[in-house]
């Protein structure tokens, strides 16, 4: 077909960058769960959206600003819904507490399966920074809830072993979220999540407990 007559590729629709910011987002983290965090570039969320490099240049200044945006709005996502967990706690949790908690954590997982590959994914090393910060404010926030119910268990030298009882708690949800959704070569479970949260929380209630 001569040049002339050849379609012109139409061009994409002028959002402007306040509501093209989050299709860019979406893209990229679709990117990162289909091929890897690595393969998020400019070039390649531009080749997904079908639009120049140019209009992904007026949103985020490169591949690290588009990914900075994107772990702070999916670590948001998980935040709300760890304080959704998390608040369900007492002092002196009986085992249901537990159990209820690892199951709204795992029905949160599957409702945004795409937010914890993320996540749970290799960083690479430009980005590694981002990486970690919801488990640091989740590990302090379970040390504040466990070391009062440590105390009411009557848990010998409580502040000896909580450092170690908040990581074996926060390890067994990651665990539990990786076998739900089968990540890191973990083989998926046929449990769902109320019954792996049911399995789990258990669990963790009688380690915690009888530590």
Not at 15 to 36: K, M
Not at 83 to 100: G, P, S, T
Not at 110 to 121: C, D, F, I, N, V
Not at 184 to 197: A, F, I, K
Request: glycine fraction near 6%; proline fraction near 7%; charge should be negative.
């Amino acid at each position: 077909m001569p040049e002339s007559t050849r379609p012109a590729r139409p061009r994409a629709e002028h959002l402007g960058p306040a509501r093209r910011r989050p299709q860019i987002l979406d893209t990229a983290l679709q990117i990162a769960c289909d091929e890897g965090i690595s393969a998020v570039t400019v070039a390649a969320v531009a080749a997904r959206l079908e639009v120049t490099r140019p209009v992904v240049y007026s949103c985020f200044p490169g591949r690290t600003e588009i990914l900075s945006a994107l772990i702070d709005r999916e670590e948001m996502y998980l935040g709300q819904a760890m304080a959704e967990i998390l608040q369900k706690r007492r002092v002196n949790a009986d085992e249901d507490v537990f159990i209820e908690g690892f199951q709204v954590l795992l029905a949160a997982a599957a409702h945004r399966p795409e937010s914890w590959k993320l996540l749970y994914g290799d960083p690479d090393t430009e980005v590694i920074d981002l990486f970690g910060r919801g488990r640091a404010m989740i590990v302090d926030r379970c040390a504040t809830l466990l070391r009062p119910t440590l105390e009411v268990w009557g848990t010998d030298h409580p502040d000896v072993k909580l450092p170690i009882l908040v990581d074996l708690w926060v390890s067994a949800g990651e665990s539990a979220v990786r076998t739900l959704l089968g990540l890191d070569g973990v083989p998926r479970t046929q449990l769902d999540p109320e019954e792996l949260g049911r399995l789990v929380g258990a669990a963790v209630y009688r380690a915690l407990r009888d530590a």
